[in-house]
């Protein structure tokens, strides 16, 4: 058989002499009575912009799915495998989810591979190149400025992905109707890694601004 990696052994060992030991009783509570997340996110697979830990949020709080470049697909109900709308669903229809947050991140390397014409399938199923093929509109119109750097076309496509992951939500009728009866908010949001800054999206501007936050 082969090793259980060491790291996770030594962090979950850490994890239960500590955060389990003084949120025991919140673990206990969350079994008998269920979950009831407050906020369905919508995050990027990469390893540096974990939702729960930018947010200090605690067991039970937030309704996580991940996916490259923390994309939300239109409604597209064909008996395909739609991951992240049978998420939606879910934390929509069975939570009654009160926010949904799609969250972007600096440097991504999902939304620099949309941005490059020439990348190269990662394997024969090029799942990658399908799944940020949602983006192709978009980054084509990105990829024609010649007036923008490199860095200005990530960041730029970052955020604009993010407005279209929020046009996609809406294309659910489930989404659509909550949110008409001000039932469910919607937000974005866009984490920069390198420097820990926060910037959340403008509702009716659909810019990014920096929220008014204390930090040492
Ligand atoms: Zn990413």
């Known amino acids: 058989m082969s090793k259980f990696p060491e790291r996770l052994l ?23 009575t269920g979950q009831e997340p407050h906020t369905l996110v ?9 939702p729960e830990t930018i947010f200090d ?8 799915v991940r996916n490259v470049a923390n994309l939300m697909p239109p409604y597209e109900p064909d008996g395909n495998y739609h991951s992240t709308s049978a998420a939606l669903e879910f934390a929509v229809q069975a939570l009654k989810i009160r926010n949904i947050l799609v969250m972007g991140h600096g440097r991504c390397g999902g939304i620099a591979a949309s941005l490059d014409p020439a990348a190269k399938p990662l394997s024969p199923g090029d799942f990658i190149g399908q799944w940020i093929s949602l983006l192709k509109p978009a980054a084509e119109k990105i990829q024609e400025s010649s007036l923008m750097t ?24 489930c989404v659509k109707i909550l949110e008409d009866k001000g039932k469910l908010e919607i937000h974005g949001a866009w984490f920069d890694i390198s420097s820990g800054e926060l910037w959340v999206m403008d509702k009716d501007s659909g810019d990014f601004v920096r929220p008014e936050v204390e930090v040492a």
């Open 10 to 32: 030594a962090g979950y060992q850490t994890f239960m002499t500590g955060r389990y030991t003084a949120e025991r009783a919140r673990y206990r509570q969350l079994a008998e």
């Open 150 to 173: 490199g860095s200005e076309r990530q960041t730029a496509m970052e955020r604009i992905s993010i407005r279209n992951s929020i046009s996609n939500l809406r294309t659910f009728p």
């Open 57 to 64: 949020c605690g067991p039970g709080e937030l309704f996580v």
């Open 42 to 50: 919508i995050a990027c697979c990469d390893s540096r912009a974990a």
